[in-house]
């Protein structure tokens, strides 16, 4: 007997993925220059991401770690590794004011930068300020700003070239210094240091005399405006990525655990799978599980988005982090650490905004080649205007403004942003992202297919009605029936039994009972020999229906439903109509997907009658019936052959297929595991109105991504010629490109008043 040897040469070939914290970068051109040059290694893929300040890597074997992060320092960056990142979810630490330590030093270097350069732009700008000698006070306040409130710019500019490279920070600190060592000049070397000097300021660039010029205000007032920006961008960008830091923080810290049947409180951590442990009302589940005893209601809003308590009882599974709102509960652990709902949701949302669309891919080009650009249009500015003979002054300023206006930060956020806050609210609505490809994709989608069985109905069988024979009370059909079916395990006897339950109380007990296999059930109840099941059942045990009961049954059955008899002592007694239910909330879930410009498409395994029906009562017109789950992917593609871009709703495994075959999945979270996995999109909640606010959002976040785009490309579009031609005094362009930035972080912050529609 020969043995098939095991292919491990694919287990050591796998490429392996690792997450880097960076630091030190100042600009999208930054972030494309490291993944540049992480790139460039033989078997690595990188995407680096300027606004979560993360490099998702992916490299062969044959490299180490460690290997990236010398790449990464060699390229003037710094790069820590996960296992010795400074907190579990990669956030720097924060004080409590908080900021980390990087926005409290920008906010500690602009709030001094801002009282030292206000009163040296004060004295440039209003000419009755300016007494004797005031120039040598702007020069004593500028001194600080220039020198320690630029510091950064400064320093990595030094990085840089000594890396042959140049940044937005190049652009920064050689504006600022130009500026600062030109107005050294003229007041020692010049005219500009004689008692009685006065300065004018207009918004433009005006022709005088080189030597008698100063440019204080623009090296102090560009500094102060470029560390603002810096700040509120910081910030920003911080509140930007406050909800997946919020949703990491939802978990329980510690945790009851019975040990030897006492209880003892122990960090969650220290939980183990199996492990029972005890949830009083108001406390948090500490992890994944199943209730082992006890009767609750639990609020999974911060999970799901749902705001009403779902009821739960023994043999139910529970999240962990959502609350428990009514009694005690015992828990047995079944999954802890990164394989719980939480983290597994967390990561998705992490993952989404790690990636890149396709729109900010050109935004990335166009940042890595802008620097030299600008750098080279500078110097053709200069030389330019020192040849029409406008003088080294009105040359020199139109220079500066070209360098400070062309800042391409606004590129580089303008998409990272937006996906961090869309993406972080939605996994507060219990809607997960998986990548910023998708949003390109609702764009798109103009057809919605819906699975019926669990997506717009309940996917759980229900008593709909009864229907006794004459002279019988509905009671007792319901009771006897029920007695009957608690002893099956069947879905339709499981309804039957749980209605009556309900609606009777306690139920007889039951003797005698036999399973007819796909037909019914029969036992003795308080001595009657009773039959439930198929009317066929009754009718080949020669008891059939009165004729009430018949006209009862096929009404049951033009509407797909199902009717099961009745009888007892020799004779039908009554019908019992049971179907799955639509949820309540299915029909407004479709009249917004309409709204929102989609054809809904109803598709199902179920007969036509039911298919038709439940596309009635939701306001569905195209259904596709009697589709075997191999054939639902052939629907998906005839679609799709018609010219539709199809989205596809579904929540079982046999959704799997057509889910990745669609344009768009959305995968119900009440779903299998395997759907959620071929989904784009997944929806926490099982409400078919998460889609509709899913799709919303995804093109909210869309929408905002391009404004911001546009915002940035125009802004530069247009302010580098009017610098060039020097009708910018480059202390507005400093100011103008910080705004620039914040404008953009800002306009993605907007996200978070995304809403559900009532």
């Known amino acids: 007997m020969t043995s098939t040897p095991r292919n491990d040469s694919a287990l050591t070939t796998a490429p392996r993925q690792i997450e880097l914290a960076i630091g030190g970068m100042t600009c999208a051109s930054c972030a494309a220059r490291i993944e540049r040059k992480l790139n460039k290694l033989e078997g690595v893929a990188a995407t680096v991401n300027y606004a979560t300040e993360k490099a998702r890597v992916e490299f062969p074997p044959g490299l180490q770690p460690e290997d990236l992060v010398r790449v990464v320092e060699d390229t003037g960056y710094t790069a820590t590794l996960p296992a010795i990142a400074q907190h579990a979810d990669g956030e720097a630490p924060t004080s409590e004011d908080g900021y980390d330590e990087h926005t409290r030093s920008l906010r500690q270097r602009m709030v001094i930068s801002l009282v030292l350069a206000v009163p040296v732009i004060a004295l440039a700008m209003v000419p009755p300020l300016q007494f004797t000698n005031w120039q040598w006070l702007s020069l004593t306040l500028a001194v600080p700003v220039v020198v320690w409130g630029a510091w950064p710019f400064h320093r990595a500019t030094w990085a840089n070239a000594r890396h042959g490279t ?240 062309a800042c391409p930060c606004g590129l580089g956020l303008a998409t990272p942003t937006a996906l961090l806050v869309g993406t972080g609210r939605g996994a507060q609505l219990g809607i997960l992202i998986k990548g910023p490809e998708v949003l390109e994709s ?70 005698h009972f036999a399973n007819l296999e796909g037909l019914g059930v029969q036992g003795t109840v308080e001595g009657h020999a009773v039959l439930v099941g198929r009317t066929t059942l009754l009718n080949n045990a020669d008891l059939p229906l009165p004729e009430e009961l018949q006209l009862a049954t096929k009404e049951a059955e033009s509407q797909g439903r199902t009717v099961v008899g009745v009888a007892w002592d020799g004779r039908s007694r009554g019908v019992l109509v049971v179907a799955d239910t639509v949820k309540s909330s299915s029909a407004e879930a479709i009249r917004g997907l309409r709204s929102l410009g989609l054809r809904p498409v109803l598709l199902t395994g179920d007969n036509e009658t039911a298919a038709r029906a439940v596309a009635a009562e939701v306001g569905i017109d195209e259904v596709y019936a009697e589709v075997l789950p191999k054939d639902k992917v052939d629907v998906v593609k005839r679609l799709q052959d018609e010219g539709r871009v199809v989205a596809m709703v579904g929540d079982g495994v046999n959704d799997a297929a057509a889910l990745a075959q669609a344009d768009l999945g959305l995968a119900m979270g009440t779903g299998t595991d395997v759907a959620i996995e071929a989904s784009d999109l997944t929806l926490v909640r099982g409400d078919l109105r998460a889609a509709v606010d899913a799709i919303r959002l995804a093109r909210r976040t869309l929408h905002t991504i391009k404004g911001n785009l546009f915002w940035a490309f125009a802004y530069n579009i247009a302010a580098l010629p009017l610098a060039a031609l020097g009708l910018l005094n480059p202390l507005i362009a400093g100011a103008a490109m910080a705004f620039s930035s914040v404008f953009v972080v800002s306009n993605s912050l907007r996200l978070r008043r995304f809403r559900s529609e009532p």
């Open 442 to 511: 609702t764009r798109r989608v103009d057809t919605v297919v819906l699975d019926k069985t669990g997506t717009v109905t309940t996917g759980k069988m229900s008593l709909i009605s009864v229907h006794p024979s004459q002279g019988i009370d509905e009671t007792e059909v319901l009771r006897v029936a029920g007695a009957l079916e608690h002893a099956s395990e069947h879905p339709i006897a499981k309804a039957i039994a749980t209605t009556a339950q309900d609606r009777v109380g306690e139920l007889p007990p039951v003797e």
């Open 166 to 405: 140049a940044t937005m920070d190049t652009l920064i600190s050689v504006g600022v210094g130009a500026a600062f060592l030109w107005s050294l000049y003229a007041l020692f070397f010049g005219t500009a240091g004689e008692p009685g000097m006065r300065h004018t300021f207009s918004l433009s660039v005006e022709r005088s005399a080189a030597a008698g010029n100063i440019y204080l205000e623009v090296a102090t007032g560009l500094t102060a405006a470029i560390l603002s920006g810096r700040f509120f961008e910081a910030r920003s960008k911080r509140r930007a990525g406050a909800a997946l830091r919020a949703l990491l923080e939802l978990g329980a810290k510690d945790v009851a655990v019975l040990r030897d049947g006492r209880e003892q409180r122990i960090p969650v951590e220290e939980l183990a799978v199996g492990d029972l442990f005890v949830v009083r009302p108001g406390e948090k589940i500490a992890t994944d599980g199943v209730i082992e005893q006890g009767t609750s209601a639990i609020d999974a809003s911060m999970l799901t988005g749902e705001p009403v308590p779902v009821e739960v009882e023994a043999g139910d599974a529970v999240a962990g982090a959502c609350v428990n709102a009514g009694g005690r509960l015992i828990v047995r652990a079944t999954r802890i650490g990164s394989d719980t709902q939480l983290a597994q949701m967390a990561q998705l949302v992490e993952e989404a905004q790690s990636g890149k669309a396709e729109i900010q891919r050109l935004a990335d080009r166009v940042s890595a080649v802008f620097v030299p650009i600008v750098i080279v249009l500078a110097v053709v500015t200069l030389g330019f205007w020192l040849g029409a003979g406008a003088g080294a002054a009105a040359a020199f300023s139109s220079a500066v403004a070209v360098l400070i206006i």
